[in-house]
């Protein structure tokens, strides 16, 4: 059974690097059959997709934080990463990991979350 | 806003049914059969509950049920259970490089 981790610091300064790394277990990133997504929930609020990667590395992100965003692969840890730089305050937020199959575009699994709070 | 469009909240008495709406585009909800439905349980991830508008994962309980006309997609929840109050996510597969939208969810509770 896949299970993801997510791994970062908790707390960010504002115009600083949000930083995130997901773990996947039970499953190869370099599965053709996903993708390797990031999804964010701000404080009682609904789902935002940030963005994915796919094995080739191909990326799809959110044109609203792609000027901030990149999402990278590492397939020898089998970790998948999200790196978002110059937050502020409106990027608090529970970030999830996923994986998202390729044609269908189902969530089948998730991280448990990570809330990320961006405060001085 | 949301590409998906998910009424705010409904609400029923244990043992009844209720069916949230998701409203969507040809180029998503309309145009595939690939509607997807997520429970959200306070302080805790999502969970599938429903994949390709009508199918159940192992271990959803039957309760719980999809269907779809035209545009708009409906999860149904029959028998309403106090354990079933959460939020409740539509999503759909779109032919666009997004790959996934999202409804804007919505909280159910159980009276």
């Known amino acids: 059974q896949v299970q993801l981790q997510e791994s970062g610091p908790g707390l960010v300064r504002p115009s600083q690097t949000l930083s995130l790394t997901c773990t996947v277990s039970?499953?190869?990133?370099?599965?053709?059959?996903?993708?390797w997504s990031w999804i964010r929930q701000h404080p009682g609020k609904g789902l935002d997709w940030i963005g994915y990667?796919?094995?080739?590395?191909?990326?799809y992100y959110n044109p609203s934080l792609k000027s901030r965003l990149t999402i990278s692969l590492d397939t020898s840890k089998n970790q998948f990463s999200l790196k978002l730089s110059s937050v502020t305050a409106a990027d608090t937020a529970m970030y999830y990991c996923?994986?998202?199959?390729?044609?269908?575009?189902?969530?089948?699994?998730w991280g448990q979350g990570t809330l990320v709070t961006v405060s001085s | 806003q949301s590409a998906l469009t998910q009424p705010a909240s409904v609400s029923g008495s244990p043992g009844q049914s209720i069916t949230i709406s998701c409203t969507g585009t040809s180029s998503d909800v309309g145009g595939h059969n690939l509607v997807s439905w997520y429970q959200q349980h306070p302080g805790t991830a999502p969970k599938l509950i429903i994949y390709d508008v009508t199918y159940r994962p192992s271990g959803v309980s039957n309760r719980f049920s999809g269907s779809k006309s035209g545009n708009t997609a409906s999860l149904t929840v029959s028998g309403l259970q106090a354990g079933d109050e959460a939020d409740y996510y539509c999503?759909?597969?779109?032919?666009?490089?997004?790959?996934?939208?999202f409804g804007g969810g919505t909280k159910l509770t159980v009276l």
């Open positions: 996923t994986r998202v199959s390729a044609v269908r575009g189902i969530i089948n699994s």
């Open positions: 039970g499953d190869s990133v370099s599965s053709g059959s996903y993708y």
């Open positions: 990667i796919y094995y080739s590395g191909t990326t």
């Open positions: 999503s759909s597969y779109t032919n666009s490089r997004t790959l996934v939208v």
